[in-house]
């Protein structure tokens, strides 16, 4: 018979549900506060989840009308960015200093992820607020 474990209880340390997207990422360390920005960066091959396979910061809240400006820092191979709901997705490049921007204009949460790493961890989230 299906055993339910120890799932009972469950986090609620903020105002974001990510139903479990961060389970693997061992990078992920809360939502940073980004919200009152024009443009932020995220990088993209951040040390983490066994080497240059995170998004640094792995969560971040943004304002509405924000640009996230994700920036390769070319550690970890080659790496995309491709947003849960098929809303953007990058080119899959390697090189440092590589740049794929996208506008988020309204609120919510969109999960992205790495194609090739998100089995090992390699995704992020940006909260819109
Ligand atoms: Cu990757």
Redesign the pocket.
Known sequence: MFDPGQEAGGESEGPAEFDGWFDNVDNYDGVVDRTGEEEITVQVGSQANGGG?GFGPAAVAVSPGTTVVWEWTGE?GS?DVQADDGSFASEMVGDAGHTFSHTFDETGTTKYY?M??KTMG?KGAVVVE
């Open positions: 396979f970890g790496h790495c090739p790493h390699m």
